[in-house]
């Protein structure tokens, strides 16, 4: 029988995050909160019996009922009418003022009767099914009663002879107190839940010190600009007191986000080695405090921070007819003007924060607009008044040392951030910028170095290709390639792979432009084609280094892929990407680039095409079967026999994705690993499609089958699963042929 004691700790802090994870609970969640409540009372008091109640309609109905094993025994027989007994008590519903509980939640006091007390007598006439020895009543009680706790008989092995204490009653009537406030929120809407009181809940469930005033703790206002705002806001952690050399104390509203506290610790090389639990409102308190002197000081000795939004104002303020903006129109016109700094600076800093990987500055006929791409989506951010337009272009030209006279021509550069903000924002931006029909665009691509890699099974790997994709990687030589377009997570996977093979023992080198995650152990080498260090040219420099692993951040041109393919025929294992749409062209670039096949075929290890897909967000994503074409797409590409439930996104979002009803991303790959049927067939310089109907053959899974496979398993939706990888003909052949196989070799067995 499921009961409330069997809840472990993994499911209860799992229930607990379900909760603590909406601001505004939904009814349906109460069913969790009652749980909880429920599971904790029956572990606190150690209750043979324990029974929680709701009003509803004006009646006293049954929400949770918990039997002890000890009441049966070795007695199965008991056992069943204990269960009958539970499910027939779920059903009913008691008129008001019905007995002990109908008298509590009438007169909002709690009961306690003793067997060994004045009350002995009306305890024997209660007909639970057992003899009853001590009960305690308390009422669950907000601004109104909504039900009531009541549990019977302390457990034998407690050694109080079945009888509760005066301190079981105080214990009672806190759980009862800080539960009923969050069922009350759930049960009706206009019922308001301060931060105070869902922190409380959390403390107590999780165990955890609770904190409501910033006295209660001595901050160290050190550590605290040390870790900076932009840490503190993004992971919603407060670090206030060092415990060691690396380990901190901090403070949480929700100390259940392990990913956070990975984060944290990521990016300040600090860990956690104790928490106290907050409400929402004191963080947010804590950081008016301690960040509050932002908009007064200079910031890398030249710029002051101040909020995104007041910057705005202020230089639209002056523009605006009559306007009394406190900024003269000439000093907005001017890269060194204090407003046009506070804004560039600003503007970087907030896509920081709002875990953008791209801005967009972009003149249009009549202002300038601002935007985002977070989780591979571009939004507007905002929108500013033209004059502003050459004033922060030529700005970000002068931080990445680019010349701000020459506006015909596109030019890249980079931006070493640090240099221009005091904040714990270890950034860099790697900054191009171009002439357009209004003016010159800038897109600026953050690449942070507080960001370490992915271990390789967090990347979206299906456990086949994981498994194909490490011993790939494991190979003494040859060569691994990786393709897509930009953004598509190549890097990231190339880094997880050199991280999961790099040991003392092995040397490994990279060419990278830019250098975009810094890894311990790895020679790293940053391109400069201004005094002409290239790939070509770090490659031929590195064979001569005794490298056993090379990574070549890009092969661009015919030198570049000589040299790789010579380094992966000669003893070392290269590891590269390329602009390819799928794997098996990947075989036909190398080629136009003058690689000989027999080359080719021989150097080749694996390749993986791959890109990334937007994870439909987890709290608010609803649950459907597919129809018509959809699950014609899906049937043809993974060769389904019964319809799948499938996810897709909720209108409008949540607070949890922002309202975007996406949060966060998941990979796609196609793996095609060499064998002798792909050697035979890139040897005979077979046609793209032909090479990957081979492929398939050989087990390769394609873009667009594995991105169904990713739509089955919930991770996203059918529309963006198609908006990325439209279905292939090839793909749906490649799914009958595999099952064909697969029938062949089950019967074979």
């Known amino acids: 029988m499921a009961t409330a004691s069997n809840l472990t700790g993994t499911l209860r802090r799992s229930l607990l995050i379900k909760v603590i994870s909406k601001p505004a609970p939904s009814r349906e969640d109460v069913n969790t909160v009652i749980e909880l409540t429920a599971s904790k009372v029956v572990e606190s008091l150690q209750a043979q019996s324990m029974t929680l109640y709701l009003v509803e309609g004006g009646e006293i109905a049954f929400k949770q009922v918990y039997y002890s094993p000890t009441l049966w025994g070795a007695d199965k027989g008991k056992e069943v009418q204990f269960r009958e007994t539970q499910k027939k008590l779920l059903t009913l519903k008691l008129p008001a003022g019905t007995g002990n509980v109908g008298k509590v939640i009438q007169t909002g006091e709690p009961l306690f009767f003793s067997g060994k007390g004045p009350d002995a007598a009306s305890l024997k006439k209660m007909d639970v099914g057992f003899e009853v020895t001590s009960m305690l009543t308390v009422p669950l009680k907000t601004n109104i009663v909504i039900g009531a706790i009541q549990v019977l008989n302390k457990e034998p092995a407690a050694g109080t002879g079945g009888q509760f204490t005066t301190k079981d009653l105080s214990v009672l009537r806190e759980v009862a107190e800080y539960s009923s406030t969050l069922i009350q929120r759930m049960l009706d809407p206009k019922f308001q839940l301060t931060p105070e009181d869902t922190a409380k809940f959390i403390s107590k469930f999780t165990e955890l010190p609770l904190v409501t005033k910033a006295d209660e703790v001595d901050i160290d206002e050190k550590l605290v600009e040390i870790t900076g705002d932009a840490i503190i806001r993004r992971e919603g952690i ?11 104390s901090v403070l949480m509203t929700n100390p259940l986000d392990y990913a956070k506290r990975e984060s944290f610790s990521q990016a300040t090389e600090l860990m956690i080695d104790d928490v106290k639990v907050i409400p929402a409102s004191l963080l947010d308190t804590l950081l008016k405090q301690f960040f509050k002197e932002a908009a007064g000081k200079k910031v890398g000795g030249e710029t002051e921070e101040v909020d995104i939004d007041e910057v705005k104002d202020l230089i639209a303020g002056a523009y605006t007819e009559g306007g009394t903006g406190e900024v003269k129109a000439a000093d907005l016109e001017s890269e060194d003007s204090a407003p046009i700094i506070q804004l560039t600076n600003r503007i970087i800093e907030d896509a920081y924060i709002s875990g953008a990987s791209d801005i967009h500055i972009e003149p249009m006929e009549k202002d300038l607009l601002v935007r985002y791409r977070v989780d591979g989506m571009c939004s507007e951010k905002m929108r500013l008044p033209k004059q502003v337009s050459f004033a922060m272009v030529a700005r970000l030209k002068i931080m990445c040392n680019l010349d701000i006279s020459e506006r015909r021509l596109p030019q890249d550069g980079r931006i070493v951030f640090k240099k221009f903000t005091k904040k714990n924002i270890d950034i860099d931006l790697r900054v191009a910028t171009g002439p357009m029909n209004y003016g010159e665009k800038v897109v600026m691509r953050i690449l942070d170095k507080q960001k370490s890699t992915l271990p390789l099974p967090q990347l979206g790997f299906s456990a086949e290709n994981l498994e194909k994709y490490r011993e790939c990687v494991r190979q003494p030589y040859g060569m691994i390639l990786h393709c897509g377009p930009t953004g598509s997570g190549k890097s990231m996977t190339l880094y997880a792979a050199l991280a999961e093979i790099n040991t003392p023992d092995v040397n ?11 890894l311990p152990g790895l020679n790293q080498m940053q391109m400069n ?10 490659l031929r420099c590195y064979l001569r280094m005794d490298p056993d692993i090379i990574l070549v951040g890009e092969i661009r041109d015919k030198e570049t892929a000589q040299i790789a393919c010579e380094a992966a025929l000669t003893g070392h294992l290269l590891v590269s990407t390329l602009h390819t749409n ?15 096949p027999f080359n080719i075929s021989a150097a080749l290890v694996c390749v993986c095409a791959q890109r990334l897909l937007r994870r439909v967000c987890k709290n608010c994503k609803v649950k459907y079967k597919p129809e018509g074409r959809e699950w014609e797409i899906l049937q043809k590409a993974l060769d389904l026999k019964e319809v799948p439930e499938i996810f897709k996104a909720a209108p409008g979002g949540c607070h949890v994705c922002g309202g975007n009803s996406y949060k966060g991303r998941v990979g796609i790959h196609e793996l095609m690993v060499n064998c ?8 005979k310089e077979v046609e793209v499609a032909d090479l990957k109907r081979v492929c398939m053959k050989n087990g390769m899974k394609t873009l667009h089958q594995d991105s169904m496979l990713k739509v089955t398993m919930g991770l996203t939706t059918m529309e963006d699963a198609l908006a990325n990888v439209p279905a292939d003909m090839i793909a749906q052949e490649g799914a009958k042929v595999a099952a064909a196989e697969g029938a062949k070799k089950g019967h074979g067995h």
Do not use: C, H, W
Request: hydrophobic share 35%; charged share 25%; proline share 5%.
């Open 238 to 248: 407060f670090p206030y007191k060092k415990t060691g050399t690396n380990t901190v």
């Open 508 to 518: 490994i080198q990279t060419a990278e432009d830019p250098i975009e995650y810094t």
């Open 529 to 538: 084609k201004q005094i002409g260090l290239t790939f070509e040219r770090a």
């Open 582 to 596: 799928d794997a098996p062209s990947t075989v036909s670039r190398m080629g136009e680039m003058g690689i000989e």
């Open 676 to 683: 002798e049927d792909i050697v035979e067939a890139i040897n």
